[in-house]
């Protein structure tokens, strides 16, 4: 992860700016013994994302549960949900 000072980020800001597009984890911004991470928000709206589902208490069963179905092939594919094939 890029790692810069809090003093060269203020006087940075449009280059980090523009670094953060290319840097999936973020630019690590220090002040003292802590830490700030800039992030691009696409990055950030994933990351909400995932957090967002993670919060659901099912969704690990419920994945647990889609994958024994497409397993024992009782899952619908894409082509026969949505008549689009995939090839």
């Known amino acids: 992860m890029y790692q810069v000072t ?8 449009d280059e980090l700016c523009d670094h953060a ?3 999936p ?6 002040r003292g013994d802590q830490k700030y991470i800039l ?7 994933s990351l909400m994302e995932t ?11 419920d ?5 024994q179905d497409y397993q024992c092939k009782e899952a619908l594919t894409m082509e026969q949900v949505f008549g689009i094939s995939l090839d």
């Open 6 to 13: 809090v003093d060269y980020a203020k006087s940075h800001l």
């Open 25 to 30: 984890k973020g630019i690590a911004i220090t």
């Open 21 to 23: 597009i290319m840097e």
């Open 51 to 61: 957090a967002t589902w993670m919060q659901d208490a099912d969704i690990l069963s």
């Open 63 to 67: 994945v647990a549960a889609a994958r």
């Open 39 to 45: 992030v691009n928000q696409e990055e950030w709206e």
